[in-house]
C-alpha cells in the first residue's frame, strides 16, 4: 500500500497534483448540484472542497497552486470578455443608460457598505482585516472574477508573500450573498407595493404600443435605368431599406428572385416593406401598377415551418430585432433567441451577434430568406478559433501589466492578469472582425473554457485558503463575515431597487433582471424568469450584465490598491 499512500502524500509529484484537482473538482461540483429550497451553490462549491481538502492537509507546492489559480482565472475572464463585448458598447443606448447608471451606484453603495462594516465591527488597526472585507465583498455579491482581481492586486501590495486567504471571508459570505439577492429583490415587491400580475399587464400594453411596422405590398414597375442589370442584393444595400421582393415579372416569365436575380427596366416586381419605406423604394424603382399574381393564392397555403437559424453575417452584428420588421416584411416571427447557453425571448429591443441562434416561424420560402440573410453557415462556427483567444490572451497580459504611477498609491497602478485580459477581450468580441479575427466561439466551447478556467481558479485558491480556514472563521471573525456580508448584499439593492421602481418608473420584472445582472448571480435571474412570462428580466440581466463585470473586476483592485497598502 506505499505506492497508494505516495500518492496522497508526495506533494511535488504530477500524479497528486492532478489527482488532487480531480477529487477537489469533482467532489465541488457534484456537491454544487445539490439544491436547498430550489437554490444550489453550482460550480462556486469547488471552494469549499478545495477549503476542506487544504484544511486536512491534501494540497500541493504553493508555486504550482499559484500558477493553476491564474492561469484558470486568465481563461475564465477572458471566455466572459469575449462573451459581453459584442453587446457591450450596445448596452448604453436608449433606456440602457439609466439601467447601467442604477447598476454602477448599486456596485459603489456594495464598496461603502463594506467599509461601513469595516469601520463599525472590526479593528482597523489591524492590516488584514480591510483585506478580508474585500473578500467578503466579493462573496456578498456572488463574484468570482471580483475575487480573482482583489488576490491578484494583493499579491502586489503584500509582496513579501504573506497575502491575507480573503477566500475564507469570499466563503462565508457567498451562500448568503446568493439567498440575499433574492430575498431583497422580493422585498423590494412589498416595500412598492408592487402586484407582479399589473406588471406583466403593463408589459404586454408596452408590447401593444409598438408593434412591428406595418406591412405594405405593391406590384413596381422597374423604369429606373441605374437599377438595370444590378442584382437584388445590391438594389437592397443602395437603398438600405428593409424589402423583400417575393416575385419578379421578366417578360412574361414569372419567377422567385433570389439576392443574385437581376432587375432590367420594364420588370414587374412584387414588393414587400414596412409602410414608412414604401414611398422610397417606390420612386428609387419605379411607379406602383396594379397587377394580378396567380400565384398568390398557393403561397398562402403553403405549410409552416419552424428553423433555428444561426447568425453568421458579421453584417448583422449588433442590429436590432424591432428594426429588421421580421413579421411586417418577411412574413416570419422569431420566437426564441439563444446565446451562449442562455435561452431569451425575443425582444424588440434584443441587439443581433454573430452565433446568435433564432427560431424563426413561418413559411418555408419566407424562412429560407431570412436563414440566407442572417448566414445560417454552421460550419463557419464550428471550428474552434484558439488562434484568436490566445493572440487575446497575449495582448491582455501586456496590456494589464502596463505601469500607471498615481500619487498616493504603494505601488503603480495595473490591470493585472484580470483587468488586461477582460478589456482586450471586450475590445476584441466587439471589434476583431474588422482586424479579420474570427471572434466567435461555439457556446459549449465557450462555456467549456471558462468553466474550466473557473474550477482550476476556485480550487486552487481553496485549497491555499485551507490551511488557515480554522483559525481565520471557526475561531476568528467568521461570523462577522457572514452577517457583514448579508448587509453588503441587501442593502444596495433594497435603496437601489426601491429607486428605480418609484422614482424611474421601472417594470419591476425589468429590476430584478438589473438587480441579478448586477450581482452577476444566475440563480438570481432564474427566480426572475420564473416569476415571469414576459423577456424583461432577461433583457434587464443582459443590458447591465457586460459593465457590472468589468467594474466588479476594476474596483477590486482599486479597493486593495488603494486601501490596503497603508
Known sequence: ???????????????????????????????????????????????????LAGHVGFTAPTPTLTFMQDFGLILFVFCIGLQVGPGFFESFRKGGVTLNLLS???ILLNVLVMFACYYIFFD?????????????LYGAVTNTPGLGAANEALGAVFSNGDAP??????????????????????????????????????????????????PHVMTLRVTNAYIA??????????????????????????????????????DEVLIVSAEADAEAIKAFIGPEIDVAWDDRGNMERQPMVSRRIVVTN???????????HFSSVYGVNVTRISRQGMDLFASRNHHFQVGDRIMVVGHEENVNRVADMMGNSVKRLNAPNIATIFIGIVIGILFGSIPLAIPGMPVPLKLGIAGGPLIIAILIGRFGYRLKLVTYTTTSANMMLREIGLVLFLASVGIKAGAGFWQTVVAGDGLKYVYTGFLIT??????????????????????????AGTYTDPPALAYANASCTKDAPAVGYSTVYPLSMFLRIFTAQIVVLFFCGG
Not at 484537482?21 to 471552494?47: D, M, Q, R
Request: aromatic residues 8%; contains cysteine; charged residues 15%.
Open 314 to 324: 458579421p453584417q448583422m452584428n449588433g442590429k436590432t430585432l424591432g428594426k429588421m
Open 1 to 51: 500500500m506505499d505506492w497508494l499512500i505516495k500518492l496522497f502524500t508526495t506533494q511535488d509529484s504530477v500524479a497528486h497534483i492532478a489527482l488532487l484537482y480531480a477529487l477537489v473538482i469533482s467532489v465541488g461540483v457534484l456537491l454544487g448540484k445539490i439544491k436547498i429550497g430550489g437554490i444550489s451553490l453550482g460550480v462556486t462549491f469547488v471552494l469549499f472542497a478545495g477549503i
Open 490 to 515: 441587501i442593502i444596495p439593492i433594497l435603496i437601489m431597487g426601491t429607486i428605480a421602481r418609484l422614482k424611474y418608473k421601472f417594470n419591476y420584472f425589468t429590476i430584478m433582471g438589473m438587480i
Open 104 to 106: 454602477t451606484v448599486t
Open 165 to 214: 486567504q480573503i477566500a475564507n471571508g469570499y466563503a462565508c459570505a457567498y451562500p448568503l450573498g446568493v439567498l440575499g439577492i433574492i430575498g431583497a429583490t422580493i422585498a423590494i415587491r412589498y416595500i412598492t407595493k408592487t402586484r407582479l400580475q399589473e406588471e406583466e399587464e403593463k408589459l404586454s400594453e408596452a408590447e401593444a404600443e409598438n408593434p412591428h411596422a406595418k
Open 124 to 136: 482597523t488597526s489591524n492590516p488584514i482585516n480591510l483585506p478580508m472585507m474585500v473578500g467578503t
Open 229 to 266: 442589370n444590378r442584382t437584388l442584393l445590391q438594389i437592397s444595400e443602395f437603398l438600405n431599406r428593409d424589402m423583400v421582393c417575393t416575385r419578379i415579372n421578366h417578360e412574361g416569365a414569372l419567377s422567385i428572385p433570389t439576392r443574385d436575380t437581376v432587375f432590367n427596366v420594364g
